[in-house]
């Protein structure tokens, strides 16, 4: 039984549906689209696979997808709650601790759905038995604070007022993933750059957040089969070897409305994946060569480059300026687009995009790709983990 | 058509004193029993030590803005935009979230003093919101 789960599993195959307003299929069809691709990816026939792995607010029962792939015998299938955001690296903890306990051997971790066609859940739908989050919605909704912007918004309100930033930082972040999504002929965004003109020009939907400090809603998903690295040296590509993973909810955490903390521009969640992840790994935020960072909007990014060591608190919205998120900067930063420009799918394709940095097949691909660090989650608990090579 | 109203909280064991002394007209904050710690949103065990007794407290109902949004969209049925919704601090040192009325979004700024009143919005519900303090 290994003590660490330090090199001992890789990512080895990733896939994908295109990304759309409009799928035109079902989520479950969509998520047997990407989970195809991404075992074809990896070289691995279907009955290789053995564990199946979602997060939260997924459609797509686990049992659903394996009919699909054939699957004569699953010996693991698990669920991270808390979705939309946090589970997407959370679901490479659940596989790690699977493989490395023996318990299967190849997982696929999964996620599509139709975010912008589709009919979203509605927070105000009770049917059931009373949850704890019905109870807590109900702190919020009433006044109309709904909706993940409304969230986001306080804290970034906060964030300004505390260390006199501007919204320049923001819109620098905003510029800065379409840029690279205007590069990737699979993003939503392929070939529409913006200015900071278009981004001061487009509408506030709740301040102080614009538009454009959103992410996009998309239909579409992607998957990625991991293993043991012992068994990805014999695949196809490079595996991207995990180094370390962690998964983190923090004092006083509620979903989305961590309001109640003494301080509401720190993120607790993101500083204990943050300390997990580089304590397990043996590394730093000056190991880290780029990174996917999870963006459903521009603030989050802010957040998480002082959590994750990459400057100090209260300095993110001067770090970005000077294009240190862009190729050629100091941390190249959701070198895809991000989910603000390539496509919101809560997380999953930040994971796909740090494999392709590993692998050196970014659209955007920086020299240096030793050390990755991918996150998910904002305001919900949250995960991390640095991928690098064999 | 009826009128569209604000969705309602969903009320169970947990939250009800709450709501109940709401509609009494009070702003309240429960209390730990135990060790006296004050705590929102209400919730059955005191995150300090542990007590399952508490009670409530009535607020003075004066605060400040701690953060604040205004919420042009997505526009829900049942509210007016630009909606100002506040994260305010209570002297007694708790934080909840309500609307901050009486005042042009755009004149709120963080920090500034605000107080309650128990409010109908509709015949049905009741809700403690902020305007800018009198004093």
Redesign the interface.
């Known amino acids: 039984m290994p003590t660490t789960i330090k090199d001992k599993c890789a990512i080895v195959g990733i896939g994908q549906t295109e990304f759309s307003e409009k799928s035109g299929r079902s989520e479950l069809h969509l998520t047997l689209e990407c989970v195809k691709s991404a075992i074809e990816d990896a070289g691995l026939p279907f009955s290789a696979v053995d564990g199946l792995v979602t997060y939260s607010i997924d459609g797509s029962d686990e049992i659903a997808v394996a009919r699909g792939l054939g699957s004569k015998e699953l010996t693991f299938f698990s669920r991270v709650p808390h979705g939309s955001g946090g589970g997407a690296v959370s679901m490479v903890q659940q596989a790690v601790l699977a493989i490395t306990t023996g318990m299967c051997e190849t997982v696929v971790c999964y996620r599509a759905f139709n975010g912008a066609s589709g009919v979203q859940p509605k927070s105000t739908d009770v049917g059931g038995p009373l949850s704890t989050d019905q109870i807590h919605w109900g702190w919020y909704n009433p006044y109309g604070l709904v909706g993940p912007a409304s969230v986001a918004a306080m804290y970034t309100q906060r964030y300004l007022h505390e260390y006199n930033a501007s919204d320049e930082s923001l819109a620098e972040i905003a510029v800065t993933m379409r840029k690279h999504a205007a590069n990737n002929p699979e993003a939503m965004f392929y070939q529409k750059p913006m200015t900071k003109e278009d981004y001061f020009g487009s509408p506030f939907i709740v301040e102080p957040l614009r538009q454009y400090d959103s992410s996009i809603a998309t239909d579409g998903g992607c998957a990625f089969v991991i293993t043991s690295a012992e068994r990805a040296k014999e695949l196809r590509h490079p595996p991207a070897v995990i180094r370390s993973v962690a998964q983190g909810s923090a004092y006083d955490q509620e979903v989305m409305t961590s309001f109640y903390r003494s301080s509401i521009t720190r993120f607790p969640e993101y500083e204990l994946v943050a300390k997990e992840c580089y304590q397990h790994s043996g590394l730093c935020a000056n190991d880290i060569d780029a990174a996917s960072l999870y963006d459903p909007f521009t603030s989050a990014v802010l957040f998480q480059l002082e959590s994750f060591g990459f400057c100090k608190q209260g300095e993110a919205h001067e770090f970005v300026k000077n294009g240190n998120l862009g190729v050629d900067g100091q941390l190249p930063c959701n070198t895809s687009g991000g989910q603000l420009s390539e496509a919101h799918l809560q997380g999953i394709n930040g994971v796909t995009e740090a494999v392709r940095l590993i692998r050196g097949t970014s659209v955007n691909q920086p020299v240096k790709n030793d050390h990755v660090l991918a996150t998910s989650g904002f305001g919900v608990p949250a995960s991390a983990m640095i991928l690098g090579k064999c | 058509m009826p009128k569209a109203l604000?969705?309602?909280?969903?009320?169970?064991h947990?939250?009800r004193p709450w709501w109940d002394r709401i509609d009494e007209g009070e702003l309240p904050i429960q209390r730990c029993c135990s060790c006296g710690t004050l705590r929102?949103?209400p919730r059955p065990m005191c995150?300090k030590c542990q007590s399952l007794e508490s009670e409530y407290i009535n607020a003075s109902g004066k605060g400040i803005v701690?953060?604040?949004?205004?919420?042009?969209?997505?526009a829900?049925p049942g509210?007016e935009y630009?909606?100002a919704?506040g994260?305010i601090e209570l002297e007694e040192g708790?934080?909840?979230?309500?609307?901050i009325v009486g005042i042009n979004?755009e004149d709120i700024e963080?920090g500034m003093p605000v107080e309650v009143s128990i409010d109908a919005?509709d015949d049905e519900?009741n809700?403690p919101l902020f305007r800018p303090a009198s004093r």
């Open positions: 604000r969705m309602r909280p969903v009320i169970g947990d939250n929102h949103p995150w701690y953060s604040y949004v205004v919420v042009h969209k997505p829900v509210y630009p909606l919704v994260l708790t934080r909840i979230v309500s609307n979004p963080i919005v519900m809700l």
